[in-house]
């Protein structure tokens, strides 16, 4: 193949996971000349990082696909790749489905991309190339999780969520096999990264002036590494990054239940840095479905470690993942989700309604037997009353002050500045100083209020004057940075 205009595009989905390794591959092609564009028709070389979680996140990439399909016949030279967890379960199949896919690679191979890439566009004739990762059964425990490398070589300050606020992978895969997941076989066995290295890697971070780091990892509490001949757990290794001049806040995703262990809860209650926010999926509030679910824990349980929260971190605040509509989800059952939701009064909770996974021992086992209509109507019933119960609990804010890490502009910002420069005006020189912006509390609740741009990357009180269920609305108290120009908006992606 011939010439190329070393423009990337790449489109991402999922988990923070992906947008991590989005960042890396992107860090990596860089280094390769390329650069990045939002328009996929002017790139010529284009990844889609994608998701299997829910069916829904596949159909997503298998269109984005599927309009490539007259662009690479048109232009042949166009390199189109498929990356981590759809590339990871299907394999060939992307190939049998989209046949103009030149590269398909797993979540453990992403090292491999650029010279995939290059190789696919020197070839001589086009040949479609696979790197993957051995599925869980296809070798000794050593052999299959040799084949998943963490892969954290690189940063790119351009797609990190915000200049002053990164991702840190601590460990990749999971071990627990929930009946209906598929991470496991994507993402592989549980593997903790050193302490050493995750240390070094914030302390970059933090020179190239991130703030805020939020430790990755899909049962990010059952991190455990012996370095030196010393077990680190996640409170170890909070305790380490505390001491990194720079960082000013630490929060880490997700926990598993089981493994909230008191520990980790001193860590956080103790650690001025550590973000007071957990999210810890209890999935559902039926004991019977968390069997079929293969969780691990009962409500029960469940609800003794919130106590041992709430009491050890009062105004903790913490959210929830549950899935509507698993096999055999009664009425009665879905009830005592709502009955959860109402006892625990989570923050927010991330509602999905049950997607059969292939490969899954639930897809194997148990039939995927509740009605599109009826997962439809109860992931709306939680989401009404999660909505409600976030309004009156944000409404305690009203009145008081909190401490916002502000990360930019808010979206309604963002969309007004979108306007503004689609009808080719200046947005907010000669209009107004303050703009719409937003942060997080210390317990991860969001924030907007007017204020100059430049607060982006430092810290406010804001008094709140106002609730949505998913917002609190206030005002500035400090007054750092408020004045100066006004035609600025760098900020958020
Ligand atoms: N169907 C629906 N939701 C799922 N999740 C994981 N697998 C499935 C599935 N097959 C949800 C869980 C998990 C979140 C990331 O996605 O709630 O916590
Ligand atoms: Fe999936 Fe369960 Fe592992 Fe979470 S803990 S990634 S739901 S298998």
Same mark, same amino acid.
């Given at each position: 193949?011939?010439?190329?205009?070393?423009?990337?595009?790449?489109?991402?989905?999922?988990?923070?996971?992906?947008?991590?390794?989005?960042?890396?591959?992107?860090?990596?092609?860089?280094?390769?000349?390329?650069?990045?564009?939002?328009?996929?028709?002017?790139?010529?070389?284009?990844?889609?990082?994608?998701?299997?979680?829910?069916?829904?996140?596949?159909?997503?990439?298998?269109?984005?696909?599927?309009?490539?399909?007259?662009?690479?016949?048109?232009?042949?030279?166009?390199?189109?790749?498929?990356?981590?967890?759809?590339?990871?379960?299907?394999?060939?199949?992307?190939?049998?489905?989209?046949?103009?896919?030149?590269?398909?690679?797993?979540?453990?191979?992403?090292?491999?991309?650029?010279?995939?890439?290059?190789?696919?566009?020197?070839?001589?004739?086009?040949?479609?190339?696979?790197?993957?990762?051995?599925?869980?059964?296809?070798?000794?425990?050593?052999?299959?999780?040799?084949?998943?490398?963490?892969?954290?070589?690189?940063?790119?300050?351009?797609?990190?969520?915000?200049?002053?606020?990164?991702?840190?992978?601590?460990?990749?895969?999971?071990?627990?096999?929930?009946?209906?997941?598929?991470?496991?076989?994507?993402?592989?066995?549980?593997?903790?990264?050193?302490?050493?290295?995750?240390?070094?890697?914030?302390?970059?971070?933090?020179?190239?002036?991130?703030?805020?780091?939020?430790?990755?990892?899909?049962?990010?509490?059952?991190?455990?590494?012996?370095?030196?001949? $010393?077990?680190?757990?996640?409170? *170890? &290794?909070?305790?380490? =990054?505390?001491?990194?001049?720079?960082? %000013?806040? @630490?929060?880490?995703?997700?926990?598993?239940?089981?493994?909230?262990?008191?520990?980790?809860?001193?860590?956080?209650?103790?650690?001025?840095?550590?973000?007071?926010?957990?999210?810890?999926?209890?999935?559902?509030?039926?004991?019977?479905?968390?069997?079929?679910?293969?969780?691990?824990?009962?409500?029960?349980?469940?609800?003794?470690?919130?106590?041992?929260?709430?009491?050890?971190?009062?105004?903790?605040?913490?959210?929830?993942?549950?899935?509507?509509?698993?096999?055999?989800?009664?009425?009665?059952?879905?009830?005592?989700?709502?009955?959860?939701?109402?006892?625990?009064?989570?923050?927010?909770?991330?509602?999905?309604?049950?997607?059969?996974?292939?490969?899954?021992?639930?897809?194997?086992?148990?039939?995927?037997?509740?009605?599109?209509?009826?997962?439809?109507? $109860?992931?709306?019933?939680?989401? *009404? &009353?999660?909505?409600? =119960?976030?309004?009156?609990?944000?409404? %305690?804010? @009203?009145?008081?002050?909190?401490?916002?890490?502000?990360?930019?502009?808010?979206?309604?910002?963002?969309?007004?500045?979108?306007?503004?420069?689609?009808?080719?005006?200046?947005?907010?020189?000669?209009?107004?100083?303050?703009?719409?912006?937003?942060?997080?509390?210390?317990?991860?609740?969001?924030?907007?209020?007017?204020?100059?741009?430049?607060?982006?990357?430092?810290?406010?009180?804001?008094?709140?004057?106002?609730?949505?269920?998913?917002?609190?609305?206030?005002?500035?108290?400090?007054?750092?940075?408020?004045?100066?120009?006004?035609?600025?908006?760098?900020?958020?992606?």
């Amino acid at each position: 193949m011939s010439e190329h205009n070393g423009k990337l595009y790449i489109e991402t989905v999922g988990c923070q996971m992906n947008m991590l390794d989005s960042e890396l591959v992107v860090a990596a092609l860089r280094k390769d000349g390329y650069e990045l564009t939002n328009d996929p028709r002017a790139a010529d070389t284009l990844l889609f990082n994608t998701c299997s979680v829910r069916e829904h996140a596949e159909h997503k990439i298998y269109s984005s696909l599927g309009r490539l399909k007259y662009a690479k016949r048109k232009d042949p030279q166009k390199v189109i790749g498929v990356m981590g967890c759809m590339a990871q379960k299907d394999q060939d199949l992307i190939f049998e489905r989209a046949p103009h896919v030149d590269i398909v690679v797993g979540t453990g191979q992403l090292a491999e991309i650029p010279r995939l890439i290059a190789e696919t566009r020197t070839a001589e004739a086009r040949q479609q190339q696979k790197a993957v990762s051995l599925g869980r059964r296809d070798g000794s425990v050593a052999e299959v999780s040799g084949s998943f490398q963490s892969y954290d070589p690189l940063r790119d300050p351009e797609m990190r969520p915000t200049p002053f606020q990164a991702f840190v992978r601590i460990m990749i895969g999971c071990d627990k096999f929930c009946t209906y997941c598929v991470v496991p076989a994507t993402r592989g066995p549980e593997q903790s990264r050193k302490p050493s290295e995750i240390l070094s890697e914030v302390r970059v971070l933090a020179d190239q002036g991130v703030k805020e780091v939020c430790l990755l990892g899909q049962t990010v509490n059952s991190y455990k590494h012996t370095e030196d001949g $010393r077990l680190h757990r996640l409170s *170890d &290794l909070m305790y380490q =990054i505390d001491q990194v001049p720079g960082i %000013e806040r @630490i929060r880490f995703v997700t926990s598993y239940p089981r493994d909230m262990t008191d520990d980790l809860l001193h860590a956080v209650r103790d650690l001025d840095k550590a973000v007071k926010y957990l999210h810890v999926p209890l999935q559902h509030g039926c004991n019977d479905q968390l069997r079929l679910m293969k969780r691990g824990y009962t409500v029960e349980e469940y609800r003794e470690m919130m106590g041992r929260i709430n009491e050890t971190i009062p105004g903790c605040s913490v959210s929830s993942d549950f899935i509507v509509g698993f096999s055999g989800e009664t009425e009665a059952s879905h009830q005592l989700s709502l009955d959860a939701i109402r006892e625990h009064r989570f923050k927010n909770s991330f509602i999905f309604k049950y997607s059969e996974r292939g490969g899954t021992k639930a897809a194997s086992l148990l039939p995927d037997d509740i009605p599109e209509d009826v997962k439809k109507r $109860r992931n709306n019933e939680m989401l *009404d &009353l999660q909505n409600a =119960i976030s309004e009156e609990d944000n409404a %305690e804010f @009203i009145g008081r002050r909190v401490s916002v890490l502000v990360e930019g502009l808010s979206k309604s910002a963002v969309k007004q500045q979108a306007r503004a420069s689609a009808e080719d005006r200046s947005f907010s020189s000669g209009e107004t100083l303050a703009v719409q912006l937003m942060g997080r509390s210390e317990c991860d609740r969001i924030v907007v209020f007017d204020g100059n741009p430049r607060l982006s990357g430092t810290t406010a009180e804001i008094e709140v004057r106002d609730c949505t269920g998913t917002t609190l609305i206030g005002e500035i108290v400090t007054r750092e940075v408020q004045h100066g120009s006004s035609s600025l908006l760098p900020i958020v992606s």
